[in-house]
């Protein structure tokens, strides 16, 4: 078996070695202040890598500057730029970033010429050393792979596939790859799907693990803790990022407890009906993330159906509704019993323009009635809609101050002034129940 080893900088990440953690920024590329001053606090968090986006050629030289200002200050994190839809930015940024982010399948509509960007860009990340990861996600699958394979977590394993292959041909091998998707189902068969693929070609590169879109509290951390530990246990990842919708250094120490959670607690067979689970800890964090670490691969692999748990935080007795709110939730984020409004909401990054994280914690707000639906709070309209993917509703930032309303995939409203934007959608969705 060939395991390959991506170089970022001098950062390793490869099958059995320590599990690299990273994140994101989600300030403005072009504000070279606040953006060092993020990756220094991201840093000081425990950030073993962190992301930017650069949308243009404008972020790119932004990029170039905030590394110059980093590593004059002694902070060497790798950097990695985050592209959508441009080889030439792509290109562009090669030359610049430790890594880049790309879906090369976007790179043109044209699927001969995506190839062919796709082969001048890993010639150009060869030359600098620069490594690559190939990040595709569920809700961003092009129109060919949805047409053969349909919206699933085989069509993002196949549509990852060409890729890799490529990079084989080329001898190209400094190379991450990711299939995240914000439905944890999909996202755990996608990666094991591919895991299987690389087994069966001997060839094992090393995969980023990631939850979408998870939203934010605590059912951002238990979707997250979930998916990622149903895969760490298998020995299924080497990077991983947890994304929040909240100031991006709060992921960090999910991510670390997640990342350590196997270190210590090897993987338990534990089935049959109505386990019981206790726990002592020092704070709820710990807890839920210990616990969904835990039962969440249970359950996300059908091994159980239903669970009793009981906590001490702190030498104090978690109340049974504590306890009852977190098994709802762990229940609702392995997808096995809903019973909430169910939440998509992206972490935001540069692109958006507006305060994302106080919007979303409105939206839910306003929504938390609204069990049994799906609703999206997306920071952008480039990747946003598709990003959304299975969601009833979407709230979209569209540009400064203005907002999209969805419905499925279909944008209904545009351009609405944001302070009116969450009436718009709260009306869209109770005149569509009555005219069920
Ligand atoms: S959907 Fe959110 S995280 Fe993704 S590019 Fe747009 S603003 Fe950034």
Known sequence: MKNIVANVAGLQIGRGLPIVIQTMCNCNTNDIEAA????NAMRDAGAQMIRLTTQGLREVESLKEIKRVLREQGNNTPLVADVHFSSEVAIAVAQVADKVRINPGN??????????????????????????????????????????????????????????QMCIAEDFYNVVLSL???????MVEAYRLLNRWMEEQGVI???????????????????????????????IGETIRVSLTEPPVNELPVAAAIASYFQGNPKRNTSGENPQFSYSTPDWDTFIIAASCEIGPLLLDRRI???GIDCTCAGEKVSDEALQDF????????????????????????????????????????TSHLSGYCIAVMGCIVNGPGEMAD??????????????????????????????????LLNLIENDKKNK
């Not at 060092?36 to 990756?39: D, E, G, K, N």
């Not at 995240?180 to 999909?186: C, F, L, P, Q």
């Not at 990631?210 to 979707?223: F, H, L, Q, S």
């Open 327 to 366: 098994k709802d939730n762990l229940l609702q984020a392995t997808r096995r019993r809903f019973t909430k409004c169910e939440y998509v909401a992206c972490p935001g990054c540069g692109r958006t323009l507006y305060n994302l994280e106080e919007t979303f914690n409105e939206v839910k707000r306003r």
């Open 36 to 39: 060092v001053a993020q990756c």
């Open 391 to 424: 969601a009833d509703y979407g709230y979209v930032g569209e540009g400064k101050g203005k907002v999209s309303i969805y419905r499925g995939k279909e944008a209904v409203m545009r351009s609405v002034p944001q302070e009116e934007a969450i009436d718009a």
């Open 305 to 307: 159906d239903d669970f």
């Open 180 to 186: 995240k998707a914000s439905n944890t189902v999909v």
């Open 205 to 235: 590169f090393p995969l980023h693990l990631g939850v979408t879109e998870a939203g934010n509290g605590d059912m951002g951390r238990i979707k997250s803790a979930a998916a990622l530990a149903t895969l760490l246990q298998d020995g």
């Open 107 to 164: 790179f043109a509509t044209e699927h001969e010429k995506a190839q062919r960007d796709f082969k001048r860009f890993i010639e150009v990340c060869r030359e600098h050393n620069t490594a690559v990861r190939i990040g595709i996600n569920h809700g961003s699958l092009g129109k060919r792979i949805t047409e053969l394979y349909g919206n699933t977590a085989e069509g993002m394993k196949e549509a990852m596939v060409e890729w890799v």
